[in-house]
């Protein structure tokens, strides 16, 4: 089992920055394909960005359109989503994911472990 804390949310203005992080307990982090997702009132949870194990094999959402970057860091048991350019549309709870399949996964059904998610609010 593996428990996962993320930060790194909060209020930025249209166009900025934010990068979120993804915290794993367990020595097995590295066994688990890492996701991120994300919610806003009312809707769906929608996929944002998967990293297989290695993180050689990434993939993005639609709406990304080269503007986030997911990536991990297997020697700290931490998952990273680096948020460029961004826009009101994009605000929402972010929640990071781990699954147990052998690659990048971006079904949330996928997804054996949840966080508890981070708000990222996005003013124009």
């Known amino acids: 089992q593996v428990q996962l804390v993320e930060a790194g949310g909060g209020s930025v203005q249209a166009g900025g920055s934010l990068r979120l992080s993804c915290a794993a307990s367990g020595r097995t982090f590295s066994s688990y394909a890492m996701g991120w997702f994300r919610q806003a009132p009312g809707k769906e949870r929608e996929f944002v960005a998967a990293i297989n194990q290695s993180g050689g094999v990434t993939y993005y959402g639609d709406f990304v359109k080269g503007r986030f970057t997911i990536s991990r860091d297997n020697a700290k048991n931490t998952v990273y989503l680096l948020m460029n350019s961004l826009r009101p549309e994009d605000t929402a709870v972010y929640y990071c994911?781990?699954?147990?399949?052998?690659?990048?996964?971006?079904?949330?059904?996928?997804?054996?472990?949840w966080g508890q998610g981070t708000q990222v609010t996005v003013s124009s």
């Open positions: 994911a781990a699954s147990l399949r052998a690659s990048a996964m971006s079904s949330r059904y996928e997804y054996n472990y």
